[in-house]
């Protein structure tokens, strides 16, 4: 009789997103990961797969996490263009809490050299870049956005900056100049 799982799938998905999130791929062992996830190695190939099979349910763990960021911060306000504001704020603020971003990382380390991991990542923009195109959409329509430039290519831009933010504090480490970052990023709508 097989024996019933004794841990919380989604807690353990979690620890080991955390420990992929730290250190990336390729310098997470699965030995680290046993030890992390606190299970044995068969409990994790029996329940999440392989090492990449556990990375691709762990980014995907990551991306739901951020979408619900996205949609929060969305949802703060009524008008469009506050709402795309408010997203680029959270990404501010979630780079000065977290230090660091999995999708930004996977980007750099994975995102040419890995067809699946690639794909996920391409889905994720296109999915920003949709939010971001029918909030600049609607802004224009209620005329608090002047711009003349395509809402698509301003969103492609204002999602591909998200990434700056990140960048400039994990190079840097400096509060205020990723503020700073941040206020262009916001100023460049138009």
Sequence with gaps: MPRNKEFDYEEKLTEARNLFWK????ATS???LVDTMEINRSSIYLTYGNKHELFIKSLGNYIKKKDEQYRLAAEKSTEPLQAVKN????????????SNCMFTNTI??????DKEVSKLLTMQT????ELMDRLLTEA???GSLKSTKDSRAIAYFLV???TSIYNIHILF????????TTEILIESIG
Excluded at 23 to 26: E, H, I, L, Q
């Design 23 to 26: 250190k990336g791929y390729n």
């Design 30 to 32: 699965m030995n680290e």
């Design 87 to 98: 997203i680029i704020y959270s990404v501010y603020e979630s780079a000065l809490e977290e």
């Design 108 to 113: 750099f380390e994975l995102g040419t050299s």
């Design 126 to 129: 296109l999915k920003a870049v």
């Design 140 to 142: 224009k329509e209620n």
């Design 160 to 162: 591909s900056g998200l």
């Design 173 to 180: 480490g400096d509060k205020k100049l990723t503020k700073q």
